[in-house]
């Protein structure tokens, strides 16, 4: 019986890996794609590319359109992340060792704009922003992408503090410091990794965003992927290649910051 | 340095008791052990104490001040955590400084500070050494050190040394005493090893569901428990079911499981014919001897007539624990053990006949868990 289970077991083990690098590839081809295209020489989007070029580069570059795109991208993408973290940090704090009946609610509701469709979403702040009379888009956006990312902040620093050892706060009350100092001085050296990182996914969240920013752009103001979208509808140019493989590289280096920073601690706690 | 007192005090979670109206007394200066078993509300308490829990009734005088509604920061208190909480991204010498920091005393006399009270727990030499690279013993020091620095008016201590094992427990608990003598503060040490408690403490509270059992010291204690909670609580000992046959002037004739009727001379008020007793034999009361093959001995002991104060018995097993053998003894299908120090023990052994004997005056009775003549008897 066992000497026909290990071949089995090694089919098995191999349909696995064949699926498991079959999933992969198709999430990567077209990430390939967009970096392959970017590089191609025609002005119309084809795949394969008969030629290969460094023009839509040097074209990104020279575009006052696409660099202020870009420029919005990041204003919006890091006043977004700082105030979703200044508020999921804070609000995580807040419910952590609290028994009170606000304690139990919060997480809920604090995961209900991940619930509501983006599109609805949008929507609604568009109409509503209009009634207050919120007209600069810069503010709006953030609002948008904070009202997004908060979630995701909250629900990795809920992670990050079930880890940390609450007897740290509390020496540290018993010694003389009020909650303001403990924070800074016990609560946040502890915690600074995960700070980061759930700063770096509120970044990258923004950066993708689409649909909301989409609702809330201006003539002045239009985020990277706005502008693709936007740019797409009149001509399908590798430029959106180029833009893209910018975004995806954004990610990339996101992640890779916040694997160093993860890093860095685990280093500094060898050492 | 500040006097300490508990009144009614009481925590509730939900539904659950934690500590039920405690009233404790503690001097000024005095090295109070607060005793239990797990879960009996002592760390509760002392957390209390230290205003990192808010009671749900009742009151927290520290020296003449009412501290039952002010927070942590507020307190001059101090505690060492039985984690010891040592904050890791500091040095050892920035953990010490905390405290001073907090109270915003300068860096330079904050560092000099800090380095007195490490040479006094003799941690001096690891001022810049990082926290996660001690051992426990040292862990506990810097943490002791962590909070004599900011010279609280109490200090709280919450089991520091249990994660430690025995040999350095047993010195930290001499080190902790000399300390406790130098620095003259008010410590409230909770512990649930009674051997920590009578080593340290100048008096001990002991704590059963919430509530005190007895507070005296160490030696009161064990020479006249309240309850056979606390006669339980102290020690290994021997405890009798028997059943009251009668109360006479002296005390109380009293049927036991050895199937001997015994005489104690103990207060019996509230007692009946009847009514269940528990007999405390503790093991270092107890004379044994070989049966002399001449039945002297038990000729002797018929001599009581009908109350005995030695009973025949049989040896079932001799255990050696390190430094003392202990000896079980089987009489009238009842086991009972004493000790002898390694050294002074007798050539008994399994299977010996043995007369065992007592003073009378020696037994302490329990009638429904209190002792017949202290508590509410």
């Known amino acids: 019986m066992s000497e026909a289970d290990i071949p089995r077991e090694r089919v098995e083990d191999a349909l696995f890996r064949a699926g498991y690098w079959l999933v992969f590839a198709v999430l990567m081809l077209p990430i390939v794609v967009v970096f392959v295209t970017s590089f191609q020489q025609s002005s119309y989007l084809t795949f394969p590319p008969s030629g290969y070029t460094l023009e839509w580069y ?22 977004a992340s700082l105030l979703a973290t200044v508020l999921g940090v804070t609000g995580s704090l807040a419910v952590q060792r609290s028994d009170s009946r606000v304690a139990k609610l919060l997480p809920p509701v604090v995961l209900l704009p991940l619930l509501i469709p983006p599109v609805v979403l949008g929507l609604t702040l568009l109409i509503y922003f209009n009634r207050v009379g919120l007209t600069n888009s810069y503010v709006n956006i953030v609002v948008a992408h904070t009202l997004w990312a908060t979630p995701l902040v909250f629900f990795i620093m809920q992670s990050v503090f079930a880890r940390f050892d609450w007897n740290l706060r509390d020496a540290g009350m018993d010694l003389g410091a009020r909650p303001s100092r403990v924070f800074y001085h016990v609560i946040l050296p502890n915690v600074r ?65 916040s694997a160093a920073v993860m890093n860095l601690e685990w280093l500094a706690e060898q050492l | 340095m500040a006097s300490v007192t508990l009144a009614n005090l ?56 009412r501290v039952t509604d002010q927070p942590p920061y507020d307190r001059n208190t101090s505690m060492v955590f039985q984690s010891w909480a040592l904050f890791p991204q500091k040095t050892v010498l920035e953990n010490v400084a905390f405290g001073l920091k907090m109270d915003g005393v300068d860096e330079e006399e904050r560092v000099e500070r800090a380095r007195e009270v490490l040479e006094i727990v003799e941690m001096g030499e690891f001022a810049d050494a990082d926290p996660g690279d001690l051992s426990g013993g040292q862990k506990q020091r810097v943490a ?63 704590m059963n569901d919430g509530e005190i ?3 005296g010291e160490p030696r009161e204690i064990y020479d006249d428990p309240v309850s056979l909670f606390v006669e339980e609580f102290l020690g290994d000992t021997n405890l009798v079911d028997a059943t009251v046959e009668e ?61 005995t104060t030695a009973l025949e018995g049989t040896i079932t097993d001799v255990l050696y624990r390190g430094s003392s053998v202990r000896f079980y003894i089987e009489i009238g299908g009842t086991s009972v053990f004493f000790e ?23 037994l302490l009775v329990f009638s429904e868990g209190e002792r017949l003549g202290r508590g509410g008897t």
């Open chain 2, 340 to 362: 002898q120090s390694v050294g002074d023990e007798t050539d008994l052994e399994v299977g010996d006949p043995v007369v065992v004997s007592w003073d009378p005056e020696d």
């Open chain 1, 193 to 257: 990794s995960g700070v980061v990182i759930a700063a770096v996914v509120a970044f990258i969240v923004s950066l993708q965003e689409f649909i909301m920013a989409l609702f809330l752009k201006s003539f002045e103001v239009k985020t990277v992927p706005v502008l693709a979208w936007t740019s797409l509808q009149s001509s399908l140019s590798p430029m959106v290649s180029v833009v893209s493989a910018f975004l995806v590289l954004t990610s990339i280096l996101g992640v890779l910051l």
């Open chain 2, 144 to 206: 002791l050190a962590r909070s004599l620095a900011i010279e609280p008016d109490v200090l709280l201590l919450d089991e520091p040394l249990s994660n430690l094992d025995k040999r350095l427990r047993e010195q930290m608990q001499l080190e902790l005493r000399n300390i406790h003598d130098g620095v003259e503060t008010t410590f409230v040490h909770v512990t649930h090893d009674q051997n920590e408690a009578f080593t340290l403490a100048d008096s001990i509270a002991i």
């Open chain 1, 58 to 79: 040097a074209q990104f570059f020279g575009s006052e359109e696409w660099l202020g795109a870009v420029r919005d991208s990041l204003a919006i993408g890091v006043g």
């Open chain 2, 10 to 65: 009481t925590k509730e979670y939900g539904d659950l008791t934690a500590v039920d109206g405690l009233d404790l007394d503690i001097d000024d200066g005095e090295l109070l052990c607060l005793l239990g078993p797990s879960g009996c509300g002592k760390s509760t308490t002392l957390r209390m104490l230290g205003g990192l829990e808010t009671p749900t009734s009742g009151e927290v005088h520290i020296g003449d001040e």
């Open chain 2, 213 to 215: 059992e007895q507070v």
């Open chain 2, 247 to 307: 109360t006479v002037e002296e005390g109380i004739v009293a049927t036991t499981e050895f199937d001997e009727q015994i005489q104690v001379p103990t207060p019996n008020d509230g007692v009946a014919a009847g009514d269940p007793l528990t007999i405390s034999f503790r093991p270092e009361e107890f004379d044994v001897s070989r049966v002399a093959t001449d039945g002297g001995q038990l000729t002797e002991s018929a001599a009581h007539g009908d109350v």
